[in-house]
């Protein structure tokens, strides 16, 4: 297991309480769900019942696999009959339970969503029987896992009917860091510098299904193209697939994160009213625009004056790239060096700009450990937008409010060697912190760093213009 230490914890901890446990695990799909929950509980000397929901699966054959798990885990592999309900299914599984006097049982319902299919009534069965009958017994460990974050919260976390506050413990799994993609690498004794490591991150993110198809022995660039450009490229049409699979009427989903796409620096809810159609259809923006925050895909914003509210931006790098680069192109046959020839193109610098800029805001962390902030208070962005033709509009990749009277400014930059400050750059850095400093009207103290994967070439103007630098090394840690 890589990672996930908290999340493995936590698990445990519920395993050894001496009470009925709920728990709720959600995360996008391919990030690990299952794996976890499997390799944490098998291990264990316990009954594990495992049933699996499949995509708009009859009612029928939905029980059936219920009955398949119910023989494999109770009844040593001897066959009992398909319930023709949840309601019946539940009510033997009630029956095997009280049997087992001693060992602790745990239910796991992977892909539950799929599960309650219409009409299958199954949330109405699991309501009755948690507050019947299992959650009044202590060895009983309930777990309920899907990719639909957004179905689980709404019907299980913020259920308003008899599951209302049942669940006791909630998990959001998130995709590997850069550090646990080093770990990962390692652990299959694939050989690759940190710099690899970024470039296979920038284009797959930290998802570790896509992690798996990076072969021993080939640089990063080999490996994407062989992932992404070949003929046989594994993740080629990924990108529909993984919609289609997590959201009903995928094309809604698909249609809005295009538009928040193409704005690197993000875009307001009012630019979403007015340019996506398929997606405000019905008044249900806000609940797609949470369901894409909940699986990993954007993150909404606070600008640091909320002068201008929220605003999203894509921070899936899986999905940066297949927009930037798989997506136009989708009708071309690739050559086998395509990817290295597009490292040349100036697109190029776009893309990678966009996505360590995504990289970094998902390694915040870090960057506050790195420059040793012990006080900060708020991580936002900030764009000014000119009010005449006479100024000039700025932003401000991301800005460190802390409690000590200061704000450290973040500007992110991506190079494959040591950044060059030049005298025109310098200048520009600070009319940006001027700007910033005369528009919010702060009197709070003011540093500028640099996030730079391969840190800075030191010069008059680097000395003079940041206090601090943030390399690649540090956001490893």
């Not at 009983?140 to 009917?161: F, R």
């Not at 413990?169 to 993609?181: H, I, Q, R, S």
């Not at 999905?319 to 680069?325: D, N, V």
């Not at 409010?401 to 520009?428: G, H, M, Q």
Request: charged share 25%; with cysteine.
């Amino acid at each position: 297991m890589i990672g996930r230490r908290t999340e493995i914890t936590r698990l445990k901890k519920a395993y050894a309480s001496k009470e009925a446990e709920f728990i709720v695990v959600y995360g996008r799909r391919r990030v690990g769900k299952t794996y976890l929950i499997r390799s944490t509980f098998e291990a264990e000397n316990c009954r594990f019942l495992v049933c699996t929901g499949s995509k708009n699966g009859l009612l029928k054959k939905q029980l059936a696999h219920f009955a398949e798990a119910i023989t494999k885990t109770f009844m040593a592999g001897i066959s009992v009959k398909v319930p023709e309900s949840w309601d019946e299914a539940f009510r033997l599984l009630t029956q095997l339970i009280d049997q087992e006097p001693n060992k602790k049982i745990v239910i796991f319902l992977d892909e539950l969503p799929w599960l309650a299919s219409r009409k299958s009534e199954i949330l109405t069965s699991l309501d009755y029987y948690w507050n019947q009958y299992w959650s009044r017994n202590p060895k009983l460990k309930l777990i309920v896992c899907g990719s639909s974050a957004s179905w689980l919260v709404k019907n299980i976390i913020y259920n308003q009917g008899g599951l209302h506050n049942r669940c006791t413990y909630e998990l959001k799994l998130d995709p590997f860091t850069l550090a646990e993609v080093e770990e990962y690498f390692s652990s299959r004794h694939i050989k690759l510098n940190k710099n690899q490591i970024l470039e296979i991150y920038m284009a797959l993110g930290g998802i570790p299904y896509y992690l798996k198809y990076v072969e021993k022995g080939l640089t990063a660039h080999e490996n994407i193209q062989h992932i992404l450009f070949s003929k046989q490229a594994p993740l080629k049409d990924e990108f529909k697939k993984l919609f289609d699979s997590l959201f009903n009427n995928a094309d809604a989903y698909i249609e809005l994160i295009q538009l928040i796409t193409e704005h690197k620096e993000g875009v307001t809810r009012t630019y979403l009213e007015k340019q996506a159609k398929k997606s405000s259809a019905g008044g249900r923006l806000t609940e797609r625009l949470n369901q894409l925050k909940r699986t990993n895909f954007i993150e909404s914003y606070l600008s640091w004056d909320k002068e201008k509210g929220e605003y999203y931006k894509v921070i899936d790098e899986f999905t940066i790239f297949y927009l930037t680069w798989l997506q136009p192109n989708k009708k071309e046959t690739f050559t086998e060096d395509h990817w290295l020839k597009q490292s040349a193109k100036a697109q190029y610098k776009t893309w990678s700009g966009y996505a360590f800029e995504a990289i970094c805001h998902k390694h915040v962390n870090q960057i506050i450990n790195a420059l040793k902030i012990k006080t900060a208070e708020k991580i936002s962005s900030w764009r000014y937008f000119p009010k005449s033709i006479n100024e000039a509009g700025t932003q401000i990749d991301l800005i460190i409010d802390r409690a000590d009277d200061a704000i450290t400014l973040c500007e992110i930059k991506y190079t494959d060697r040591p950044f060059s400050v030049t005298k025109e750059y310098a200048r520009n850095i600070i009319q940006k912190e001027l700007c910033f400093k005369e528009k919010t009207a702060t009197k709070k103290q003011l540093f500028n760093v640099l996030i730079s994967a391969n840190g800075i070439k030191p010069n008059q103007y680097s000395i003079t213009t940041f206090e601090n630098v943030v390399t690649l090394e540090e956001l490893f840690n």
